[in-house]
């Protein structure tokens, strides 16, 4: 660990006055309650201490415990009897193993890629114009169709708002084929009218006239709130004849060929989505974040600083941008982070070269990594054997984290076993493949934190919700914790919550329609 601290990690400059709001573990923020329904808020309920009064400056500055700001940020050390290969495993990690003043060099980036972008510049952020000009108000009202397009399986859903709630939802699930995912777009495209026909002939309303917002979870180069133009596919999608064409009024055309009275009134992605559905949730949520299979955030900027319209725009006052941070690095401004594990995984993925910050922190890829590390361990002799590439994934992350919490190993042991064609593993073998697992979700949660603290230094606001949706967030036994944590610690004059937001594909697209409607309500 000494060696992470020497390369530039010491001496970080920050300086902390007065007395900083923490949700202790009742959930009273400074006397005030402040929690969500999975009792997730920023603080110290994880028993973890943060920095509370005084003035921080480089590793001098310590919190009641007596510990550096600096070296709150480091995992624990592995504890092993035989300490050799405890300190061989270490340096091997060492890369692995993000200090402060790492992520603040992390955080300065993203606050300069975010710049770029919305100025128009050369950015690896998409940072693109949604068009959604406001939150849910508790005054949505309607009947909505939601089509939710994200992956091999998709949704149609009936919602209906009375007075800001949902009082019915009616879903039908459709698979999506491996011929069509990667065949003509147009012929995708008649597939989901298809299915809308289908669900409305099982509803009794083929007949009615209804809106659609349509979740289009792939970045989108965005002309209103209901067009815009695919930018590239993503996970297991790779449709062709796409190039240039609006997605929202392809799928208008394909329902209107069926004679369906169904009008596509919004286009987004689940993020935006996400941000949606937390905001009906609670009022003070101004920032969506997608931590599962990929990730991703959006939050409400000042129109006035987003350079990208094309329409007007003199009354909005906030907008919702779209970030696409898993290409965060994509321009090699991260290189600073890469670690020989880091380019095995982009080597051996279907998309090399690009989504760099997801590999980070996306599900799709932390098996991936944590393969890599035993492998290369495996490679240096302080480990039994190198795991059959693919043989390990998210979950497995997750399931060491879980054991390792409690003191466990043998689950441990046994998925190894497995990963590793049979090979016999002790408890000491466990014990190396529980601490990369936690090395490789410590990266993670930082990672993303740096995103969301930089957000929350740039929006200003007395106190700001982040709704966040996706399976590594919902499933990962220590994820949640180190977030609030270091969230904590890298924006610790901002007061915030993490909000538990589902359904923002489905709830969230519904959402953003009445919203869309309310809007063009008031301009007549």
């Known amino acids: 660990m000494s060696t992470v601290l020497e390369n530039g990690c010491a001496g970080v400059d920050t300086h902390v006055n007065g007395h900083i709001p923490y949700t202790n573990g009742n959930g009273t923020m400074n006397g005030i309650h402040n929690t969500n329904g999975n009792g997730i808020s920023n603080g110290i309920s994880n028993g973890i201490s943060n920095v509370s009064n005084g003035t921080i400056n480089g590793t001098h500055g310590v919190n009641g415990s ?79 169709l939601a089509l939710d397009l994200g992956g091999t399986n998709f949704r149609v859903l009936f919602l209906e708002l009375r007075g800001g709630q949902l009082v019915r939802e009616d879903v039908k699930h459709y698979h999506i084929s491996d011929e069509l995912r990667v065949g003509p777009g147009v012929d995708l495209f008649n597939f989901l009218a298809d299915c809308v026909q289908d669900f409305l002939r099982s509803e009794g309303m083929e007949k009615d006239e209804l809106s659609l917002g349509f979740t289009f979870s792939f970045p989108l180069k965005q002309h209103s709130i209901s067009s815009g133009e695919l930018t590239t596919w993503t996970k297991s999608f790779n449709c062709e004849g796409m190039a240039g064409v609006d997605v929202a009024a392809l799928l208008q ?99 090399a070269t690009s989504f760099t910050f997801e590999k980070y922190i996306g599900g799709k890829y932390l098996g991936d990594l944590l393969c890599s590390v035993l492998g290369g361990l495996a490679r240096d002799g302080v480990f039994p054997a190198v795991p059959t590439w693919g043989e390990l994934a998210s979950a497995h992350v ?55 603290s930089t957000i929350l230094r740039r929006m200003e606001r007395n106190h700001t919700s982040v709704a966040v949706d996706g399976s590594v967030f919902k499933r990962h036994p220590r994820i949640a914790k180190l977030m609030n944590k270091y969230i904590s610690l890298l924006a610790p004059k901002h007061k915030f919550t993490l909000l538990g937001a589902e359904d923002g594909s489905g709830k969230g697209s519904a959402l953003t329609a009445a919203i869309a409607a309310r809007v063009a309500a008031r301009q007549f």
């Open 66 to 144: 007596g510990t550096s700001w600096e070296k709150q940020f480091l995992p624990p050390s592995l504890q092993l009897e035989d300490k050799a290969r405890a300190l061989k495993v270490e340096s091997k990690l060492s890369g692995l193993v993000l200090c402060g003043a790492t992520l603040r060099q992390v955080g300065e980036v993203f606050a300069r890629e975010i710049e770029n972008g919305l100025r128009e510049k050369p950015s690896s952020l998409q940072m693109e114009n949604t068009y959604v000009p406001e939150l849910p108000d508790g005054t949505e009202e309607g009947v909505f």
């Open 253 to 351: 055309r394909c329902l209107n060929e069926r004679g369906l009275k169904v009008t596509v009134q919004v286009l987004l992605n689940d993020t935006t989505g996400t941000l949606v559905a937390g905001a009906h949730l609670d009022p003070e949520v101004a920032i969506g974040v997608i931590l599962g299979t990929g990730s991703n955030g959006c939050y409400m900027e000042r129109a006035d600083r987003v350079m990208h319209w094309e329409s007007a725009h003199e009354r909005v006052h906030d907008v919702c941008v779209d970030i696409e941070w898993g290409a965060f690095g994509d321009n090699g401004c991260l290189n600073f982070l890469r670690t020989e594990f880091d380019n095995e995984v982009d080597r051996k993925s279907l998309l």
């Open 398 to 452: 997750s399931m060491f984290e879980e054991e390792n919490s409690v003191g466990e190993w043998k689950r441990t042991a046994e998925a190894l076993c497995e990963a590793c064609g049979g090979s016999t593993m002790s408890r000491a073998d466990a014990l190396v493949a529980q601490h990369v697992a936690r090395v490789i979700s410590n990266r993670a949660a930082q990672l993303v934190s740096v995103c969301i």
